[in-house]
């Protein structure tokens, strides 16, 4: 049954009373739960695969247990070894620091918030709902979920199973279409999470406002790779086009686009032909290649390309088997490099998210410096090379919400490393310590000295000689 208004500010209403009612979660009943999300993965992890893959069409059951299944159950586990640690009060110094000398004490003492929303994406449902609960369940909250309605069929099988492990007071999955989820953001959360498109984010932060709800926005935008002159090109076309085809592009976190040296541009194309080939030797039945997961996707991709061929680039598919793509009965895009796009091409000027890579060339790096630091600060940042030095520059030049050095996404995968965007890329973040961090109200907590010492330091009227004295020590430079 597709939620309404109505009931989801009433299942709100039942969570934050119990929230009320039964106190912060202690660290056994979040270990429970979080062995409940776990048991949860482990015991559908085909229905998860068979879901998936109906609701794309095609979607490799391989890469749905990396992703989805085992990519969510690290993140739970961790969070689980690590909680009792994270709950402890975090001590901090006293001002002046005489007075800790004296007895008084300065902590910060972690709060569950309360209700935390989870607005979950079609690409990675699974993992983007999971992995955001380990932070929300650590920090002991208690979640409401709205999964996509372009995934529908894993969108009600999640809904089946937190019914089966937790009551609605604990965990609760709503579904619905667009109009469930604007109403969906405009409820008074205690935090809201929100993984999904930049222009979507607009919306649901305007919707949070109108309660004051902090969001954590996880979004996207076109993820430079930066290929130097030191790099090994065979390997880092391999890694760049396994991530690019891993889910069939269709991540947050995608190589968006290449900057190749301009006399290394012709050994990139070759090497990322033969890592393809190697990987996918067939596309049009093969299993592990992923299709676009709806025809609105699979018609805006082809226009880009359509688009950019029309303004005079160079489109080079991969298709090792040569086979008709255009007779198929799901919506697979081969593999395929736009060379030498111009800004005026559609492709350069939107986030891709599809199989498709566009490859600039640079005479000095920092050109393609310049080019990404002209554009919206990206969500991931990757570069390719052995040289010290201009890694650092480009690092150091650059910002996006994070960095893979050598590699492509895997900066996503470190539990130690928090994950957000920076700008139109998101704002806030989680993973691991940080996640627990992002739902927790850090409450100051200032304990002062029994004995009352105000009298003796002359910090009361009236004012005389020694308070005087006390501040001008206090007021120079």
Known sequence: MTATSET??????????AHLRDGPLSAEARIDWLDRCIGLLVDHADEIAAALNSDFGNRSKDATLLTDISGS????KFAKENLRKWMKPEKRKTSP???GLFGAKAEIQYQPKGVVGVISPWNFPINLTFAPLAGVIAAGNRAMIKPSEFTPA???????????????????????????????????????????????????????????????LELG???????????????AAARVMNGKTLN????????????????????FVEAAKASVARMFPTLKDNPDYTAVVAQRHYDRIMGYLDDARSKG??????????????????????PTLVLNPTDDMKIMQEEIFGPVMPVKTYRQVSEAVDYINGRDRPLGLYWFGSDETERDMVLTRTTSGGVTVNDVIFHVAQEELPFGGVGPSGMGSYHGHDGFREFSHRKSVYSQLKKDIGPLVAMRPPYGAGFRKAMAGQIKR
């Open 73 to 76: 159950i690290g993140p739970l």
């Open 8 to 17: 989801m500010n009433a299942l709100l209403a039942r969570q934050k009373a």
């Open 248 to 267: 069939a592009g269709q991540i947050c976190l995608a190589p968006d686009y290449v900057y190749a040296p301009e006399e290394k541009l012709g050994e």
């Open 154 to 216: 894993t969108s009600e099988l999640m809904k089946t199973m937190f019914a089966k492990a937790f009551s609605e007071e604990e965990i609760a999955v709503v579904v619905g279409g667009p109009e469930v989820g604007q109403a969906f953001s405009s409820l008074a959360f205690d935090h809201l999470i929100f993984t999904g498109a930049t222009s979507v984010a607009r919306h649901v932060m305007r919707a949070a406002a109108e309660n004051l709800v902090p969001v954590t």
């Open 97 to 99: 620091a005489i007075l």
């Open 221 to 235: 935008g076109k993820s430079p790779v930066i290929l130097s002159r030191s790099a090994d090109m065979a390997t």
């Open 313 to 334: 680039a160079e489109i080079v598919e991969i298709n090792p088997a040569n086979e008709d793509l255009s007779q198929q009965e799901h919506r697979k895009i081969a």
